[in-house]
């Protein structure tokens, strides 16, 4: 059932080219700049008058939603708030008929997530839900809704689900700036060519399996991690460090790099791995000179780039090359090595990586 992968882990992460095509198929033709989402279509009005969209959500499908957050306000001009369902269900939350809350959930069981989507319910808002499992509670709770189609997700660490639910978010970003006139049709269609070759270019990223299997041997037994993005590659900062903690035990933070020198740059000596995505977009010029902050430090830098880059390899101790996609998509592609630098340190360290402890697949208590 593992299809000769060691782990269910390692068999959803090199699943992501076909999941990734299943959670887009049927929505888009990019040849005829033709994009269709049955949920969307019902409460096409709602949204794309809406005033504000909420998303609640819990760990890696709460850090989906901070990529969403980005996409939207970014392709479709609508102010996005995410909000962790925890917090936002208990804090009296000012919610209206004109918001639109979309909930993000793998399972679709998680109680936080059902609790903000029933109260925002009560309020009056029009929930859309983001669920891999069909049928679930939280699927069932929605006013209308998109299935990722990750297929059945049996490792407690969330991979092939969260390039789903990217995938599906990236969809809605775009059909929501093309319907709000927001995103130019020369635009869209680029997106759209981009996306299709995503699978593809998620399979090249796939094929860095064994350089990181090297860089996992010389980091297994570090202490301490840094994760450090912007912009786009900010939620995967936080989604890689989520990844490393919760299934090799070693403790990480994820930051948006600015925000390094506000604090945790009083950690970093020659024993801090900070792994750096820095891929080729707006805000490179930045990320290398936060990763000169860290080397003037003797911090040891593992960066995420693009491929050809000449200027970040001069200067990390390890390089990981990922294809070079829009920036818009890039999570899709550079969670990839963070994903499977979790999964082998976490086997090197001998941990139980499909069912860490003290961990559950669905929450289903708050
Ligand atoms: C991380 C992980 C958890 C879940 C969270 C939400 O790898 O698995 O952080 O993402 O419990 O679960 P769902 O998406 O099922 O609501």
């Not at 969403?68 to 936002?88: K, M, T």
């Not at 200067?315 to 070079?324: K, L, N, Q, S, Y």
């Amino acid at each position: 059932e593992k299809g000769g992968y060691p782990h269910f882990m390692l068999k959803e992460i090199f699943e992501q080219p076909r999941s990734i095509l299943d959670s887009m198929r049927g929505r888009m033709i990019a040849e005829s700049d033709h994009m269709m989402m049955g949920g969307i279509r019902e409460f096409e009005n709602k949204f794309v008058n809406a005033e504000r969209i909420l998303i609640v959500a819990c760990g890696t499908s709460w850090h989906a939603g901070l990529v969403a957050e980005y996409l939207i306000e970014d392709l479709a001009r609508i102010p996005v708030e995410v909000e962790y369902a925890s917090e936002f269900r208990y804090r009296n939350p000012i919610i209206s008929e004109r918001d639109i809350v979309v909930a993000i959930s793998q399972s679709g069981e998680t109680a936080d997530t059902l609790a903000a989507l029933e109260l925002a319910k009560s309020k009056g808002a029009t929930i859309f839900g983001i669920c891999n499992v069909v049928g679930s509670s939280i699927a069932r709770a929605t006013d209308a809704g998109a299935y990722t189609h990750a297929g059945p997700e049996i490792g407690v660490a969330s991979t092939k689900a969260f390039t789903a639910q990217v995938t599906v978010l990236s969809l809605i970003a775009m059909i929501l700036g093309s319907k709000r006139g927001t995103l130019e049709t020369s635009k869209l269609r680029q997106l759209m060519v981009e996306l299709e070759s995503i699978p593809s270019k998620v399979e090249k990223a796939l094929e860095l399996n064994e350089q990181i299997i090297k860089i996992s041997e010389q980091y297994k037994d570090a202490t301490n991690f840094l994760y450090l993005g912007r912009g786009y590659n900010f939620p995967v900062a936080l989604e890689g460090a989520l990844k490393l903690k919760e299934i090799s035990y070693i403790h990480a933070e994820g930051y948006p790099a600015a925000e390094m020198k506000h604090g945790p740059i009083a950690l970093i000596d020659e024993h801090m791995p900070v792994v750096v995505i820095a891929t080729k977009d707006s805000s490179y010029e930045k990320i290398v000179s936060n990763i000169q902050e860290v080397k003037a430090r003797k911090g040891k830098i593992i960066a995420v780039v693009t491929e050809g880059d000449t200027t970040i390899p001069a200067m990390a101790d390890h390089v990981i090359e990922i294809p070079e996609t829009s920036e818009h998509l890039v999570p899709l592609l550079s969670v990839i090595p963070l994903q499977l630098l979790s999964y082998h340190i976490a086997v090197m360290r001998g941990c139980n990586v499909d069912q860490p402890r003290n961990l559950a697949k669905s929450v289903t208590v708050e």
